[in-house]
């Protein structure tokens, strides 16, 4: 059974910091590019950030650049997302997701999708 299971969500102040975690199972995890995608109420999916399987490319929409850092452990399956300098913007549900594309923000190839965990930052 695939499964990419997030954690590290939670309730954050403004100007804080939040690591997600992304857990892979159930398919071959150096095959795919992983990525990081939010939603908020009533607005569109969003791409965040990606890196590529080997962990040469990573791309990460403007408005996390400098603040958010993607990076993978390939012997544990997981993908992590570090966040700093939170927002209230940043307040959303977010997905991890094999199959980005590692130089843009386009999701039209994802494979596999999480469940999501919610990110909250207060002001």
């Known amino acids: 059974e695939v499964q990419l299971v997030e954690s590290g969500g939670g309730l954050v102040q403004a100007g804080g910091s939040l690591r997600l975690s992304c857990a892979a199972s159930?398919?071959?995890?150096?095959?795919?590019?992983i990525g990081w995608f939010r939603q908020a109420p009533g607005k569109e999916r969003e791409g965040l950030s990606c890196?590529?399987?080997?962990?040469?490319?990573?791309y990460y929409t403007e408005s996390v650049k400098g603040r958010f850092t993607i990076s993978k452990d390939n012997a544990k399956n997981t993908v992590y997302l570090q966040m700093n300098s939170l927002k209230p913007e940043d307040t959303a549900v977010y997905y991890c997701?094999?199959?980005?594309?590692?130089?843009?923000?386009?999701?039209?190839?994802?494979?596999?999708w999480g469940q999501g965990t919610q990110v909250t930052v207060s002001s």
């Open positions: 890196i590529s399987s080997s962990a040469g490319s990573t």
């Open positions: 159930g398919f071959t995890f150096d095959d795919y590019a």
């Open positions: 997701a094999a199959g980005c594309v590692p130089w843009s923000s386009y999701y039209g190839l994802v494979r596999y």
